[in-house]
């Protein structure tokens, strides 16, 4: 479809197509996340690997100093009487392997122990090592432990082991810097200039290399903080820690890929209540995104139209219900909205709300409620867009002869959606994540038995939440927060790709 | 056409036009009415005496403005005084949020000015990558390694405290540098270059020419920060556990409607509520251009 096509089609067929292509770039745009991730790692290897020839070549090259800091690093640089670069080097070194043989070793050693006992069959690949005296069951199921005393704990030795390889990826750093500094060094020494001295170096940190100092410390918490429990989680969605495997006390250990496959079709339970869940995740979104989207904009519209007085009263009142923050105003619904509630009590009516057990009236409950907390933002959003349409656009459609209706439907609509596409899918993949109005609502709820750990009206998040919070089944979590990230990821890249910001970014620089 | 023939259809027009906007102002005063109805609800409940969750009148049947004082101070007819309440220290909370919001909006605030200006001003070779980690890492689930940072706050020794809970919150300020990154890619570059060809360093640069002209956005990027720790249930709840005195307010709030409590409390939830809600309101109105230059991607002017 070229572009005259599309500039021919009426509104309705454009938002048809504009929805249509969503739904069909879909595939593509996963397609498109696997190259991504594939270029990535081919560039990760191609970097490497040039890294490595780079790393051959300056050996080959260097003199002494920078042959000797290939093993003592710093060597070059103090040679050439860079004392303070050097110092930090070689305390890099000394202090790296003083971390590995008094910390890393261990938890690199124990990530793959064997031998832990489950029904008198010895399993492999068990995170910790534990020495338990067995005793015989009478009844014969098996053996009990008697002794726990020296059991490891499994979740220090997997956040231990993702620490230490950090902690090894970063040495690495420095370690090839420490070369590339002795082989440069020893460049400058050669063509008869003084080596920067110790103070000229660190003023660069300010200057040149001032990158280095802003993001120094950001980069160092997110690592802790951030890096390192996400790439926890993603261990963890290879292991059994659930339930009954709960350190400390308790060894887990890998399975695999047993926990997606659980997720998918050998556990009839789990995988059952998944599809659901996705199903009504998606229907939710779809409903949630539109309504709060088309209802916004028309509200938008009556107020800014002309001839309506009290603008700003109009807006404020709206924005007021935004501003208050979402857990009171959701929590106030759920009092409202109970069975025996306000709402209920003032109609005279008796109306289960949140607690139909077929799930129909909650379902669309969440909705209408979250058409009360998102229609004033969307409202805020496109006022300001509508301010931006040329004025000059109405009054020659005017002067042509189209009524109130026409303006809308070939002007403001038009204009309005194709500024907030991207919007509209940030919005919608927003409203996959969206925790606050099912959890306070409904809390998920009305629960069923035929679901595990959840009720009709939870979405994968607040599945993912009850998971790790209720019923401690940190492996499940993992894997549905994995699958809630590749939703996501493809949908923000169909949103990358339509937004025209993403291209313009270094047009300023 | 004559000069009569035009002024009907004048007239006609403004009739028509007057009644589309008679319609208007119908729908958007029910609309009015359904939009502040459960806020002004949950202000009268707060003002109520009869402690009623789901009375059948709109208005309080009697007046008081107990359930205030009642969050910070109770009357304790035994000893004769007033005592803090225990079992809801909501003063004790209210102190926590504003102490942890004061210092993880600082240290935020540091932090998304220091990197989305090495973003957007600074040419490096690692720029791109981190640029495209900064997007990976912003797609996973917040709460889903929620468990693993507990983990390690454990390590530290800093799990269920407050300390703990603004390193969290700071730290993850790394990922936010968009808005303001689109702000600072606003600001001329030949600025910066003029400064270059006097001599600036980029350290001068970014504190002498590029914050002066940054107000706006730090002023937001502040607020947002200050706001985001009064509103956050998921981390908190699962981070403090049972740890009652370290609570927010969200959380105090939440579990003051526990089925245990919210026969007694409901009407204490509702002044709480209402207490926090008025200035995050206000601050929100204030700065409602900011947030909708945020949420459109368009940088902010300012």
Request: hydrophobic residues 50%; contains cysteine; proline residues 3%.
């Given at each position: 479809m070229n572009y005259l096509d599309y500039v021919q089609?009426?509104?309705?067929?454009?938002?048809?197509?504009?929805?249509?292509?969503?739904?069909?770039?879909?595939?593509?745009?996963?397609?498109?996340?696997?190259?991504?991730?594939?270029?990535?790692?081919?560039?990760?290897?191609?970097?490497?690997?040039?890294?490595?020839?780079n790393y051959g070549q300056r050996f080959v090259n260097g003199d002494a100093g920078t042959k000797l800091s290939y093993i003592i690093m710093g060597a070059g640089n103090l040679l050439h009487k860079q004392i303070g670069k050097g110092i930090l080097f070689l305390a890099s070194e000394v202090a790296y392997i003083f971390f590995m043989f008094g910390f890393g070793v261990r938890y690199i050693s124990e990530i793959f122990c064997n031998g832990v006992v489950v029904d008198g069959v010895v399993v492999n690949g068990v995170i910790g090592n534990e020495s338990p005296i067995y005793e015989t069951d009478p009844l014969g199921l098996g053996k009990k432990m008697i002794n726990r005393d020296t059991v490891d704990d499994s979740n220090q030795i997997l956040l231990f082991f993702v620490l230490t390889v950090l902690v090894t990826i970063a040495f690495i750093a420095i370690y090839v810097t420490n070369t590339k500094s002795a082989y440069a060094v020893q460049q400058v020494a050669q063509s008869g200039k003084a080596p920067m001295g110790t103070i000229q170096e660190l003023k660069m940190f300010l200057d040149e290399r001032f990158h280095v100092t802003l993001m120094a410390i950001p980069v160092i918490l997110l690592l802790i903080f951030t890096v390192l429990p996400i790439i926890f989680t993603i261990f963890v969605a290879f292991t059994n820690y659930d339930k009954n495997h709960q350190p400390p006390g308790n060894l887990y250990w890998w399975v695999g890929f047993s926990n997606f496959a659980d997720v998918f079709y050998t556990n009839k339970m789990k995988s059952e209540t998944f599809g659901k869940i996705l199903l009504w995740t998606i229907i939710w979104a779809f409903f949630a995104t539109f309504t709060n989207y088309i209802l916004g904009i028309v509200l938008a519209l009556m107020i800014n139209k002309k001839g309506i007085k009290f603008k700003a009263f109009w807006r404020t009142m709206f924005v007021i219900t935004a501003a208050v923050p979402q857990f009171v105003t959701l929590l106030v619904m759920r009092i409202l909205l109970d069975d025996k509630g306000a709402i209920n009590n003032m109609l005279g009516t008796n109306i289960p709300f949140l607690t139909d057990m077929s799930g129909v009236w909650p379902k669309i409950t969440v909705i209408l409620v979250n058409m009360w907390v998102g229609i004033p933002y969307t409202m805020l959003i496109s006022s300001g867009l509508l301010m931006n349409i040329p004025e000059d656009l109405y009054e020659s459609a005017r002067i042509d002869g189209a009524n109130a209706f026409q303006q809308f439907?070939?002007?403001?609509?038009?204009?309005?959606?194709?500024?907030?596409?991207?919007?509209?899918?940030?919005?919608?993949?927003?409203?996959?994540?969206?925790?606050?109005?099912?959890?306070?609502?409904?809390?998920?709820?009305?629960?069923?038995?035929?679901?595990?750990?959840?009720?009709?009206?939870?979405?994968?998040?607040?599945?993912?939440?009850?998971?790790?919070?209720?019923?401690?089944?940190?492996?499940?979590?993992?894997?549905?927060?994995?699958?809630?990230?590749?939703?996501?990821?493809?949908g923000s890249l169909i949103t990358f790709n339509m937004s025209k910001a993403s291209k313009n970014e270094e047009e300023f620089s | 056409m004559t000069n009569t023939q035009n002024a009907a259809m004048k007239s006609g027009y403004a009739a028509k036009r007057k009644a589309a906007n008679i319609v208007i102002y119908v729908i958007l005063s029910v609309m009015v009415v359904i939009w502040l109805f459960p806020i002004v609800w949950l202000v009268m409940r707060s003002f109520s005496g009869d402690n009623m969750i789901a009375p059948k009148g709109f208005f309080p049947t009697e007046w008081t403005f107990d359930n205030y004082i009642n969050l910070f101070a109770e009357w304790d007819a035994d000893a004769n005084a007033w005592v803090t309440p225990d079992v809801f220290p909501y003063g004790k909370w209210l102190l926590n949020t504003f102490i942890v919001a004061v210092c993880s909006a600082v240290i935020s605030t540091l932090i998304i000015l220091m990197i989305s200006y090495a973003f957007s001003r600074l040419r490096f070779k690692t720029r791109k990558t981190f640029l495209n980690l900064g997007l990976i890492l912003g797609m996973f689930p917040g709460f889903m390694s929620m468990a693993a940072t507990y983990n390690i706050m454990e390590i530290f020794g800093l799990k269920q405290s407050l300390v703990g809970l603004v390193i969290v919150y700071s730290a993850g300020a790394g990922l936010g540098y968009q808005v303001s990154k689109g702000f600072f890619d606003t600001i001329p570059r030949s600025l910066d270059e003029a400064a270059k060809i006097d001599g600036a360093t980029r350290n001068q640069i970014f504190w002498i020419i590029i914050l002066p002209l940054s107000k706006p956005i730090i002023v937001y990027t502040a607020l947002t920060t200050f706001l985001s720790p009064w509103a956050d249930y998921i981390f908190v709840s699962y981070f403090m556990k049972d740890n009652v005195d370290n609570y927010t307010v969200a959380v105090g709030l939440y579990n003051m409607l526990e089925p245990n409590y919210i026969a007694n409390y409901f009407t204490r939830f509702c002044a709480g509520a209402v207490l926090i809600a008025v200035p995050i309101t206000i601050l929100f109105v204030i700065m409602q251009r900011f947030y909708v230059a945020g949420v459109t991607g368009g940088a902010v002017k300012g």
């Open positions: 089609m009426t509104t309705g067929q454009r938002i048809a197509y504009r929805i249509k292509s969503f739904f069909t770039g879909i595939p593509g745009a996963l397609a498109k996340l696997v190259k991504i991730i594939a270029n990535f790692f081919v560039s990760v290897f191609g970097t490497i690997g040039r890294g490595f020839k439907t070939k002007i403001t609509f038009p204009y309005i959606f194709f500024v907030t596409t991207p919007y509209l899918i940030t919005s919608f993949v927003g409203n996959i994540n969206n925790f606050n109005v099912i959890y306070f609502l409904t809390a998920g709820g009305p629960n069923s038995d035929s679901y595990y750990q959840a009720g009709q009206t939870d979405l994968l998040v607040t599945w993912l939440y009850k998971l790790t919070v209720n019923s401690s089944d940190f492996n499940l979590a993992a894997v549905i927060g994995l699958l809630v990230f590749v939703i996501c990821a493809a | -």
